[in-house]
C-alpha cells in the first residue's frame, strides 16, 4: 500500500483559538471543580457570573484570594479561578479571615463568598466590623432564606409571613443586609437576582473596581427547600417581583467611555480607579449616593414587601481599611523581617521603660 499526506485543512471555528482578555487568558482558564450543588442551584449561576466578571475585568486568577465560611454558598468558591488562593473558615468566621489576610497581602483581590446563614446569624458579628473597617473586598451573598445544608430551616434573612414546603410560617422579621451595610458605612451596597444574569455581572465588575467593601445580596433560590409558591426566595416569586431601581451599565477605565444619554436621565458614578458605572434610572428622584434615599428606599421595599434590585449605595471615594490603618502601600507580606522584627535595642528600651 502507498502512503498518502493527509490533506491540510483551513481552520474553521471549532480550531480557531479561544478569545483571551486583556492578561492573554480566555474564561475557561478562571474555571474550578465541578460543582457538587443540586441541579438548578442559583448558587452555580452566580458562580458562572463571578467567572465572566473576573474574565471580562481581567483580573488574574492568581491574584485572588477566595474566601468563605460554611454552607453551600461557601463550596462555591471551589467552582471558579482554582489557580487563585482559597480558605474555607469556620462556620461565620469568614470576615476575620479575610481581614487577616488582605491587610497582610493588600496586593490581593479578595472576593468573600457566604450565606445568609453564615453573614446574618452565627456570623453577623463578625459581619458587621467588616462593614464599618470597610475591608478592601467583595463581599457575596448568596441568600436564599434557608439552611440549605441542614434540612432547609428558615434563616435570619426569610421574610415574615413566609413558609417552608412542610407549611411552617416565618414569624419573625426579615434582616435587610443591605439596610445594615449601609447603615455601617459600606461604600458600595447592592442587591441583585441570580436570574437577572445582565445586571449581576455589571454590579460585579463595579464592585471588583471598587475600593473598599462591597457588598452584594444576591436572592440565590434554593431548589430543594425553597423554590415553591410561598416562598418570597423562590425563583417565581424574585422573577414576578424584581423591580429594577434603573438599568445598570459598566465601563472599566481601560474602555473609552463613549456611550451618552439624554441628560436628566442617567447618573454616572466614577470609582477610584477611573472606572465608571452608569446608572439609567428608572426611577427617576433616586440617587444612589444619598445614604439617606438609599436607606429609606430599603425601609420602602420592605413595607411594600417589594424587591428592589440595583446599585442601592456607593460612596467611592471612602477611605478603606489598609488607608486608615497606614498599611496601603506596600504589603506586609512582602516586607523582609530585618525590616519588620524590631532590633534588639528597641526591645530592651520598651522592656526597661516598663519598670
Not at 475600593?211 to 423554590?227: E, H, Q
Not at 414576578?240 to 472599566?252: A, K, L, V
Request: aromatic share 6%; hydrophobic share 35%.
Amino acid at each position: 500500500m502507498s502512503s498518502t499526506t493527509p490533506e491540510t485543512k483551513a481552520p474553521t471555528a471549532e480550531t480557531k483559538a479561544p478569545a483571551t482578555n486583556r492578561v492573554g487568558l480566555s474564561i475557561k482558564e478562571y474555571g474550578g471543580s465541578k460543582s457538587t450543588l443540586c441541579v438548578g442551584c442559583g448558587h452555580d449561576v452566580i458562580t458562572r457570573q463571578i467567572t465572566q466578571a473576573m474574565y471580562e475585568m481581567s483580573i488574574a486568577p492568581h491574584k485572588v484570594a477566595k474566601l468563605s465560611g460554611i454552607g453551600c454558598s461557601s463550596k462555591t468558591t471551589a467552582y471558579f479561578a482554582d489557580r487563585g488562593h482559597g480558605f474555607n473558615a469556620v462556620h461565620g468566621r469568614m470576615p476575620a479571615v479575610a481581614t487577616g489576610a488582605l491587610m497582610v497581602n493588600s496586593s490581593l483581590i479578595g472576593i468573600g463568598v457566604s450565606g445568609d446563614g453564615d453573614t446574618a446569624s452565627i456570623g453577623a458579628g463578625q459581619f458587621v466590623h467588616l462593614l464599618r473597617r470597610n475591608v478592601p473586598m467583595v463581599y457575596i451573598v448568596e441568600n436564599n432564606g434557608v439552611y440549605g445544608l441542614t434540612k432547609g430551616q428558615f434563616s435570619a434573612t426569610a421574610d415574615a409571613g413566609s413558609k417552608l414546603k412542610t407549611g411552617a410560617v416565618n414569624d419573625l422579621p426579615a434582616i435587610d443586609l443591605c439596610a445594615m451595610a449601609i447603615e455601617l458605612g459600606c461604600g458600595y451596597v447592592a442587591r441583585s437576582f441570580s436570574g437577572d444574569m445582565k445586571q449581576l455581572v455589571a454590579l460585579l465588575k463595579g464592585a471588583f473596581a471598587h475600593r473598599g467593601t462591597a457588598l452584594l445580596d444576591v436572592i440565590s433560590p434554593c431548589v430543594t427547600f425553597n423554590n415553591h409558591e410561598s416562598s418570597t426566595k423562590s425563583y417565581k416569586w424574585a422573577k414576578d417581583h424584581e423591580i429594577p431601581i434603573h438599568e445598570i451599565g459598566f465601563i472599566p477605565y481601560f474602555e473609552e467611555i463613549a456611550v451618552e444619554y439624554d441628560p436628566g436621565t442617567t447618573q454616572d458614578v466614577e470609582l477610584h480607579d477611573g472606572s465608571h458605572i452608569r446608572l439609567r434610572k428608572l426611577r427617576e428622584d433616586y440617587d444612589p449616593t444619598s445614604k439617606g434615599q438609599a436607606l429609606s428606599l430599603c425601609l420602602e421595599a420592605q413595607a411594600k414587601t417589594e424587591f428592589l434590585t440595583g446599585l442601592i449605595y456607593a460612596e467611592p471615594r471612602k477611605k478603606d481599611f489598609l488607608e486608615l490603618s497606614g498599611v496601603a502601600g506596600e504589603p506586609i507580606v512582602s516586607i523582609p523581617d530585618a525590616r519588620l522584627r524590631p532590633p534588639k535595642k528597641s526591645l530592651d528600651e520598651i522592656m526597661e521603660s516598663l519598670k
